[in-house]
């Protein structure tokens, strides 16, 4: 009987230790949640910085650490917080308590670097690490030859050069049509290592493509028809002053 007794109080145990948390206030249910879990207490986010010294596109030990990079936490809530990196490469985002997960981290380059990777990492509840990240060095812009450009600059077979305003360099007009103008230059340019940009202005009275190349700019404009329904074009490059 002495043994059935001790078997019997040995299998109780885990009930009597759940009434007991429970009479304490202990014991609660893990119950599924659509709202991000908040942050208990105060953190403390990291991130480095590193130069990719052998262009391998990883950290190496032998990659220098880089100073001046701008540390970015980004809570779900769209709340952030930054710190820049020392002269180890290493900077620091305090994060107050009552913030919610996930926590983004991203690094902003400083001027003459661009970020090589990762564009971002993401921190689930209970993770905390020191992110890597990489840069290299920006490429020096290759100096503008302009009368080397005018050279190469090509025209549609029927252009006719027209007057243009002061600021644009050339105007001429064409049986081609806008899209076919632009569609036109696009493959030439593209083939010449100019990038295509977004337009700039807030509202854009006549149509237009800018182009970029190192410091160059280029911007051909549409100016409308002339008198005999030819497409009038302009078109201006100048040394980026940006």
Known sequence: MAGQERI???????????????????????????TPPPILADSFYYGRAYVDANGNGQVDEGDPPLEGVILIATDAEGLSGSGRTDAEGLATAWWPAGSTYPITLRMKPPEGYILVGPEEVVLQEGEYYVADFLFVPAATPEPFDEVAFWEKFPLPDDAEIAPVVEGFDLGFATGLTEPQVFDFYAAWLREEGWRQQAPTEAMVTLPHEVWRKGEAELRIEIEGLDERGRTVVWVQVAKRTE
């Open 8 to 34: 019997i109080l040995f299998n109780l145990l885990p009930v009597l230790g759940l009434l007991l948390l429970s009479a304490l206030g202990c014991g609660h249910t893990m119950t599924p949640t659509s």
